[in-house]
């Protein structure tokens, strides 16, 4: 009775192949995970200047309120406004009616 047996004569090329192919993969993996690490680090400092930041527009939007309250007819005085001697009003209808050079269809 004679048996066949199949023999791979190229088991070091597909032992050196799949190590590369592993090691190769181990070394995208940790840098996608260094890079997830600094983008998570980078996140926490513009968090960190965003707030800074909204704390120094809160203060600047309480000034301001806080300055306009503060203006009374004699302080407009004194800035140079004056008294308006004829009201003007403008209406927000529109005056003027524009023509269209589009050719336009019923």
């Given amino acids: 009775m004679r048996v066949n047996t199949a023999v791979l004569k190229d088991t070091r090329v597909i032992f050196w192949g799949i190590a590369c192919l592993t090691a190769g993969l181990a070394v995208f993996y940790i840098l996608g995970i260094n890079q997830t690490v600094r983008n ?3 996140r926490q400092i513009l968090e960190t200047e965003l707030s800074s930041i909204s704390n120094k527009i809160a ?17 407009a005085f004194e800035l140079g406004f004056e008294q308006v001697k004829e009201v003007v009003y403008v209406s927000r209808k529109p005056a003027v009616a524009f023509a269209s050079t589009f050719p336009q269809t019923p």
């Fill in 40 to 42: 998570v680090a980078e």
């Fill in 59 to 75: 203060e600047l939007e309480f000034s301001y309120i806080a300055l306009k309250n503060n203006i009374t007819i004699n302080t």
